[in-house]
């Protein structure tokens, strides 16, 4: 028997799913390519966004140990959706359904107890559909949402139903690792905990708290340990975070705060008109006066208005007058200001709900909160960055015929992204495209790895615009060229001064003749393999050395087993880090089944771990001009009675770290379910 | 020095508008800082202890104040004059950190 309650969520539950396949039904012929959108054109891809992240190397670009990927875990928890067989945009379109309506069922099953059903409603879609939501998904920040959505069951979860016990410290430490899949939600979530337990001192333990904490560490240690063992650097992070920031990034004026529009660079005040600006100021300016108003019943709404100030004022990047040691560290991590405003506007709301108590000020606030929901409803299905997926597929599709399962890099044409799709519309206000212009979706996915062609790396790329000399790819891997020009155009003029992207170098990297030209500077250098995809004549493979041959044994290990070895060097041609370690061990007789041929031949086989030593002899290696890594034998340490192991050190502690992460994830995962089960039975 | 300061803190108290000291000591702390380039934040920081030590104001009062500075930044703002709006936005925000910065020590109404 469905009692009047359940069937009230269902009924809610249902017209949320209804109001959203409404929302995003635009978005499901494609969503995306803009900013940082990043999802496969193709089908069977998806899954590749949680295994392209899971080892302790990243194949992007020449390489690099992996760092900072909290976002492996909200990867890894959509693995089932991923794996559907639906073309990718189909994928999307029902991953938004599920998460926004879940989302906004959450807030309204914790809402409905509390204030009327219609607040409940409008709140429930209001804390999804609004000029900060609708940011993070104009720049693709999915990642953003679904710890969004998590955080908000963390609210919730303490509000309800936190008690200083060990059952509930450990779920305060699930939601808050799940929260966390978004870094900067490692500083949002202690501080929305650290206000809690401000305003309720009695339920505060220290030794609970501290095992809440142990959850999050031991759930993210998978990327945590990169930085506790040495593979990466938190200042290398740092700086790269701070060189990619600018002004209109980090800080804004309290009044765009007011009016919900928030910092320049989240584009919110290029789409809501002036009218919708000031629905958002009156929602402020309608808690300002509930603040002014307030009775008895304070706690719930004073945790709000607390929460509200304080991301404002990171919002507003005003923290920053403040350089206090050690947290100014965090800086960076926080850089974006734009993460704050959902939060801002989720604080506001709350607030808002719960210090309206007359009937006048109830009224007031749902007409204040409708009016904003109205305006984001608007936006929201007529300006979310729309691509045509079967468009881009049938222009891509001619891409996917090389066959070549040796090791290589391949580099596509036009360098530096933003990319645009040539043959797709594109929405431009103020001279700046809002749509049809990000990542490179389709390289990313492409299953090879790939010079990044990102803004950052200008290295190669410069070279060969300013010299056509294709020599400048010899060291790098590179054994195919992609010509995308006739699909793509980069928009990087837009985005980066003309002091790094001079006016001829834009033109340069828009000419649909630039292979043509590689071809005539460079006779022999470049041969056809099919439309618009060339192989590189003098390409080297990755593993160097004067003849040979090696087989790659897994993302993290090669082996080799030289015929000779010019100066006793052994070249592997990925960045050099120190982790990567050359043994010496006996040579095996290994299978060899050949995929590129050459002086050194590149084999695929088996039975890889036939004479690996128990007590390994490490060689130490150098950094070569090209910021590869070398390593030279000396004449005892060559002959044919020897193979050589290379393999990437922090891989073992790195799969440990893995294994600790998923176990704690799942153990106390499971426990909350049977908590939980068990109390529902009971009563 | 100090006698004198009490003393004429008594002499005004006898007024019996304690709400138009607050208001005094509040925004000659919050100015005085914000002069000597403290910034927002800190400015804030000091005009809040100003209150919590020196003036009994209940946060209420203050959110009230909070309010009517705000709609005078929205009015600017309606006219098109930003530079003002920036102006009395931060100054309407820093009288609500205070607000909510008593309501956190004081619980109080």
Redesign the interface.
């Known amino acids: 028997m469905i009692t009047k309650p359940t069937k009230l969520k269902l009924a809610a539950l249902g017209a949320f799913a209804v109001v959203y396949i409404i929302v995003f039904w635009a978005t499901r012929s494609g969503v995306g390519n803009n900013w940082d959108w990043i999802f496969p054109y193709f089908k069977g891809y998806a899954p590749e966004l949680f295994w392209k992240d899971i080892s302790s190397w990243s194949d992007v670009g020449l390489g690099a140990a992996q760092s900072y990927a909290p976002s492996v875990l909200y990867q890894f928890l959509l693995l089932p959706f991923y794996y559907l067989p639906l073309q990718p945009e189909y994928i999307i379109f029902l991953l938004l359904v599920v998460s926004f309506s879940l989302g906004s069922f959450l807030v309204f099953w914790r809402l409905n107890k509390r204030v009327n059903n219609i607040s409940a409603l409008l709140i429930g879609l209001a804390v999804f559909i609004n000029p900060a939501i609708f940011y993070k998904l104009l720049a693709g920040h999915l990642v953003y949402i679904g710890a969004y959505i998590a955080y908000v069951g963390l609210v919730f979860y303490l509000l309800d139903y936190y008690r200083p016990t060990v059952r509930s410290s450990l779920t305060l430490g699930l939601l808050f690792a799940l929260s966390a899949v978004q870094a900067q939600f490692l500083v949002f979530s202690l501080i929305t905990v650290v206000l809690f337990f ?2 309720h001192k009695q339920l505060f333990s220290l030794r609970l708290f501290a095992l809440s904490m142990l959850v999050v560490a031991l759930i993210h240690l998978y990327w945590v340990s990169n930085f506790l063992l040495g593979s990466v650097s938190v200042s290398e992070v740092g700086k790269l975070a701070q060189d990619s920031t600018f002004s209109q990034l980090e800080r804004t ?3 765009n705060i ?2 919900l529009t928030f910092s320049d660079a989240t584009f919110i005040s290029r789409f809501y008109s002036r009218f919708a600006q ?1 629905a958002g ?1 009156a929602l ?2 309608l808690m ?2 509930l ?6 019943d ?1 706690k719930q709404p ?1 945790f709000f ?2 929460q509200w ?1 304080v991301f ?2 990171i919002a507003a990047g ?2 920053r ?2 350089a206090v040691p050690v947290v100014s560290k965090i800086y960076p991590l926080l850089r974006e200001a734009g993460h704050a405003a959902p939060l801002v506007i989720f604080s506001l709301l709350l607030a808002v709900v719960f210090a309206a108590k007359s009937k006048i000020a109830i009224g007031a606030s749902q007409l204040a909160v409708a009016l904003v929901l109205a305006f984001s409803l608007v936006t929201f299905t007529s300006s979310l960055p729309l691509v045509d997926y079967q468009k881009a597929r049938e222009e891509l599709s001619q891409y996917n015929a090389v066959s070549d399962n040796s090791t290589y890099r391949v580099i596509t044409y036009p360098f530096y992204n933003q990319y645009t799709f040539r043959s797709q519309p594109q929405n431009v206000k103020q001279g700046t495209p809002m749509s049809n212009t990000g990542w490179d979706s389709f390289t990313i996915f492409l299953g090879r790895e790939y010079i990044d062609n990102s803004t950052s790396n200008t290295g190669v790329q410069n070279q060969l615009l300013d010299s056509y000399d294709l020599s400048a790819l010899e060291p790098y891997n590179v054994k195919y060229i992609y010509d995308l020009s006739g699909v793509y155009r980069s928009s990087a003029d837009k985005f980066l001064p003309l002091s790094q992207y001079s006016l001829d170098k834009i033109k340069k990297n828009n000419d649909i003749s630039f292979i043509e030209k590689l071809i005539e500077r460079n006779p022999g250098g470049l041969y056809k393999i099919s439309d618009n995809i060339y192989a590189v004549s003098n390409y080297r493979p990755r593993i160097d050395m004067a003849a040979g041959k090696f087989w790659r044994t897994s993302r993290t290990e090669y082996l080799v087993q030289p015929d000779k070895l010019a100066g006793g060097k052994i070249t592997l041609r990925s960045t050099f880090h120190k982790g990567w370690e050359l043994s010496i061990e006996p040579r095996a007789d290994l299978s060899c089944n050949v995929v590129s041929e050459g002086n050194v031949t590149e084999c695929l086989g088996t039975n890889f771990n036939k004479n690996k030593a128990s007590s390994k002899t490490v060689l130490s290696h150098i950094k070569d001009k090209d910021g590869l890594n070398v390593w030279l034998l000396d004449p005892s340490q060559v002959g044919s009675q020897y193979q050589y192991r290379i393999s990437f050190q922090p891989d073992a502690m790195h799969r440990i770290a893995l294994m600790v992460s998923l176990t704690t994830l799942l153990s106390v995962a499971t426990l909350t379910i049977l908590v939980s089960r068990k109390k529902h039975d009971a009563q | 020095m100090k006698d004198l300061v009490n003393l004429i803190k008594r002499e005004l108290a006898k007024s019996e508008n304690q709400i138009v000291i607050d208001a005094v000591i509040a925004t000659i702390a919050f100015c005085v800082c914000l002069y000597t380039g403290w ?4 400015s804030s920081i000091v005009a809040f202890l100003a209150f919590h030590f020196i003036s009994p104001i209940p ?3 203050l ?2 104040w ?2 009517g500075v ?2 005078v ?2 009015l600017t ?2 006219m098109g004059r ?1 530079e003002f ?2 102006i ?3 100054a ?2 820093a009288m ?2 205070v ?2 910065l008593t ?2 020590v004081r ?1 109080d ?1």
């Open positions: 401000l305003l004026s309290f009044f007011f009016r000031f100021l402020t300016g300002l006066v603040l002014a108003k307030k009775n008895s304070q004073g208005y607390g100030v404002v004022i005003a923290y007058d403040f | 910034g927002l934040i800190r946060s209420k009062k959110a009230s909070a309010f705000f709609v930044m929205a703002l309606a930003k709006a920036e009395f936005s931060q309407a925000f609500l950190i607000a909510v309501y956190f619980h109404n």
